[in-house]
Structure formats: C-alpha cells, structure tokens
C-alpha cells in the first residue's frame, strides 16, 4: 500500500506542494505508518546490496542507506525515480518496472498525480504511459542482502525475474502481500519452494505468518486503506498489515 494519499483534503493539499518537499515530508514521517520500515535496522542485514523494488518517494531508499554498503532503487514513474535519484545521488535508480522479463511496460499513474494515488503495470484508472521493463537479474547485483518489493499487484513476476538473485545471495525479502489487490498463495508457494519462511510484524515484533490470518486481519482492516496519510500518520494504530518478511531457510533446495 505505499504511495497513496487517498482523494481527501490531505490529498488536495500534498498536490498543492512542490514534489521535493512532498517528497521529503514523506520519507521523514513513513515510518509512523509503517513499523517494519522503523524498525528497520533491528532486523535487516548490514553491508552488502539492498534493493528498493517500487521505490514511490523514498521512503524504504532512505531507511535502506542507513544499513546497507550499496542502495539500489526501482520506479517506473519518471517523476518519482528522479526525485528520488535527486534526493540520494549515492542510490543506483533504475526507472523500470520490475518484471519476469524485459522489455516495456504499461504503467498506469493515477490521475492526481503520484501523492494522491498508486501507479501500477497491472491495469486500473489513470493514464497510460510506457515504461521500461526489467528483471532484478538482469542488474547484475552483487552481495544482494535485503530486497523489499511493492509493486500494487506485480510482486510475483518481480520475483520471477529475481530468481537468480534470490537463490544465489538469499537475501530477506520483504514483500507486498495484499489479499484485495492478487491472491496471496501464489507467493507463498513460489517463496516456500525456493526455502523461505514468512513472517509478519502486527505491532512492534515479527512473528510466524503460519500463526496469523492475514486474509482475515486484511479484510477486517481494509478500511484503513481509505484512511488520508495525514489520519494514518496521527493515528497509526489499528494496523493494517501487508508486508511480510521472507527469512532463507539455513539450507536452500535446489532450483529446479
């Protein structure tokens, strides 16, 4: 669920700033809103690569300069990755939509602009523009060590076209889960088969997905999503949780 926030007086009133400082108040205040981006250096690896899969303003590029040697960072939206190419110049920013091949893509931005709405290559409102499309193994990483992914809906081919990656550096992987945008099974099974664990974090620690519903908790929460940022920033609780946390088994299986 990053990057919207939501058609309220909020909104209007973010449209009506310069991106940069948008961009900036953003990155500054997201880690009210999401527990696993302020908790961040508890858990993710230091040194080594880490990978920004749907980057939005920055918020996750920023938490991520702070633990890892090298930041690599993928948006589609011009707008945004040259904000945050401007924000971070030590940041590698791929403007393409991460995918299971390369290539072009339809990226769909919503009308109001990006604060106001999320971008996606999976169809939906907004104007249609093309984008270039890559894979994470097309990069040609190095020492990849946590790799978040939020793509509204894409997650499973940017983890097909992260195959290689994944399996030679197993990294954490942090990924969108969201039961209303794509079926969740499908990435647990593909994430399960190449020897990971899925984890999740309600309140302030992580604990195993296999002992939380996340269908229900989403479908009983999916209120939340209609919340502006502003309300969400004030009033962070009750949650609304979508991200999970894929920890490598300490033995991979073999590709097939």
Same mark, same amino acid.
């Given at each position: 669920?990053?990057?919207?926030?939501?058609?309220?007086?909020?909104?209007?009133?973010?449209?009506?700033?310069?991106? $940069? /400082?948008?961009?900036? &108040?953003? +990155?500054? #205040?997201?880690?009210?809103?999401?527990? =696993? *981006? @302020?908790? %961040?250096?508890?858990?993710?690896?230091?040194?080594?690569?880490?990978?920004?899969?749907?980057?939005?303003?920055?918020?996750?590029?920023? $938490? /991520?300069?702070?633990? &890892?040697? +090298?930041? #690599?960072?993928?948006?589609?939206?011009? =707008? *945004? @990755?040259? %904000?945050?190419?401007?924000?971070?110049?030590?940041?590698?920013?791929?403007?393409?939509?991460?995918?299971?091949?390369?290539?072009?893509?339809? /990226?769909?931005?919503?009308?109001?602009?990006?604060?106001?709405?999320?971008?996606?290559? =999976?169809?939906?409102?907004?104007?249609?523009?093309?984008?270039?499309?890559?894979?994470?193994?097309?990069?040609?990483?190095?020492?990849?060590?946590?790799?978040?992914?939020?793509?509204?809906?894409?997650?499973?081919?940017?983890?097909?076209?992260?195959?290689?990656?994944?399996?030679?550096?197993?990294?954490?992987?942090?990924?969108?889960?969201?039961?209303?945008?794509?079926?969740?099974?499908?990435?647990?099974?593909?994430?399960?088969?190449?020897?990971?664990?899925?984890?999740?974090?309600?309140?302030?620690?992580?604990?195993?997905?296999?002992?939380?519903?996340?269908?229900?908790?989403?479908?009983?929460?999916?209120?939340?999503?209609?919340?502006?940022?502003?309300?969400?920033?004030?009033?962070?609780?009750?949650?609304?949780?979508?991200?999970?946390?894929?920890?490598?088994?300490?033995?991979?299986?073999?590709?097939?």
């Amino acid at each position: 669920m990053a990057g919207t926030i939501s058609s309220t007086l909020s909104a209007r009133f973010a449209a009506g700033l310069p991106a $940069g /400082l948008l961009g900036a &108040a953003i +990155r500054t #205040v997201y880690p009210r809103i999401e527990p =696993e *981006l @302020a908790r %961040l250096a508890s858990y993710a690896p230091r040194g080594g690569t880490a990978v920004d899969v749907g980057a939005w303003y920055g918020p996750w590029t920023r $938490g /991520l300069r702070r633990v &890892a040697d +090298r930041v #690599v960072a993928l948006e589609p939206a011009a =707008e *945004l @990755a040259a %904000l945050v190419a401007g924000a971070y110049p030590d940041v590698r920013v791929v403007r393409a939509a991460a995918s299971d091949h390369v290539g072009t893509a339809t /990226l769909y931005l919503p009308d109001g602009g990006p604060g106001v709405g999320t971008s996606s290559v =999976e169809g939906g409102e907004g104007r249609p523009v093309a984008v270039p499309r890559a894979t994470i193994d097309s990069l040609e990483l190095t020492d990849v060590r946590f790799m978040k992914i939020d793509v509204e809906g894409h997650e499973l081919p940017a983890l097909r076209g992260a195959e290689r990656t994944v399996r030679r550096d197993r990294p954490l992987l942090l990924v969108e889960v969201e039961e209303r945008i794509q079926p969740i099974d499908p990435i647990l099974a593909l994430l399960a088969g190449w020897g990971y664990r899925p984890y999740v974090m309600p309140r302030d620690r992580w604990l195993p997905l296999a002992g939380f519903d996340l269908v229900a908790h989403q479908r009983a929460a999916v209120g939340r999503v209609r919340h502006s940022f502003a309300r969400r920033v004030v009033a962070p609780w009750p949650r609304y949780v979508n991200l999970v946390l894929f920890k490598p088994e300490a033995r991979a299986p073999e590709a097939s």
